[in-house]
């Protein structure tokens, strides 16, 4: 096989959480007294790191950032109940873990968080490491990245990276990794292939690539 250790983004590419954000999103536009956005203004303008995507949507010369992004996550933590895995993605992922590839995640949700996310949809167990944010921001994870390959002796060229957004490219590409995006994440297809590079409709296309 060509790629022994597979990087998996959370958000968007294991959990189906972009409409769920959206949501969230609009309760914390509502509470300021702005317009709400749409799923289809979001998967257009959402970037990382997200403060970008924020700049979009409010004046942060008159709001506090930190203040937003707390806001935010009680409204996710609060409907959180209604995400789910992609099962497609879980049954990769499990096929994965039984063939013996090296499987982990990186990603812009705080560690704590994401580890018992984890746990919750029972996933943890296939997953060498489980990688996340130190703090609220979703900032960037390239550097991160490099010391996770580093640590656990990854070579870049039998490393690929999946997700959902192009930070996600920008990561692989400041590893020397390969990458595929799923488009049925944060960002909509049209963006992604805006970039020219691999984008996948859906999870079951990685069966053509890693099996």
């Known amino acids: 096989m060509k790629y022994r250790n597979i990087i998996w983004d959370y958000n968007g590419t294991i959990i189906n959480d972009a409409q769920l954000a959206v949501d969230a999103e609009n309760l914390v536009?509502?509470?300021?007294?702005?317009?709400?956005?749409?799923?289809?203004?979001?998967?257009?303008?959402?970037?990382?790191?997200?403060?970008?995507?924020?700049?979009?949507?409010?004046?942060?010369?008159?709001?506090?950032?930190?203040?937003?992004?707390?806001?935010?996550?009680?409204?996710?933590?609060?409907?959180?109940?209604?995400?789910?895995?992609?099962?497609?993605?879980?049954?990769?992922?499990?096929?994965?873990?039984?063939?013996?590839?090296?499987?982990?995640?990186?990603?812009?949700?705080?560690t704590t968080r994401l580890v018992n996310s984890l746990k919750i949809f029972n996933l943890d167990k296939h997953f060498k490491f489980m990688s996340g944010s130190d703090d609220i921001d979703a900032g960037d994870k390239s550097e991160r990245a490099v010391?996770?390959?580093?640590?656990?002796?990854?070579?870049?060229?039998?490393?690929?990276?999946?997700?959902?957004?192009?930070?996600?490219?920008?990561?692989?590409c400041r590893v020397g990794a390969d990458c595929v995006l799923i488009a049925k994440g944060h960002q909509g297809a049209e963006v992604l292939r805006s970039y020219g590079i691999n984008v996948l409709d859906s999870a079951e296309e990685l069966k053509t690539i890693l099996m």
């Open 147 to 172: 010391r996770i390959v580093e640590k656990y002796g990854f070579k870049p060229d039998e490393t690929l990276f999946i997700g959902d957004m192009y930070h996600d490219y920008e990561t692989a």
């Open 29 to 110: 536009l509502q509470s300021y007294g702005k317009p709400t956005i749409t799923l289809e203004y979001y998967l257009k303008e959402c970037e990382m790191p997200l403060i970008n995507f924020y700049k979009k949507i409010f004046d942060l010369g008159n709001c506090d950032y930190t203040e937003i992004a707390q806001r935010f996550i009680t409204h996710y933590d609060e409907l959180f109940k209604t995400a789910d895995i992609f099962p497609e993605v879980r049954e990769m992922i499990e096929y994965l873990s039984d063939n013996g590839y090296n499987q982990g995640v990186i990603s812009g949700f705080e």
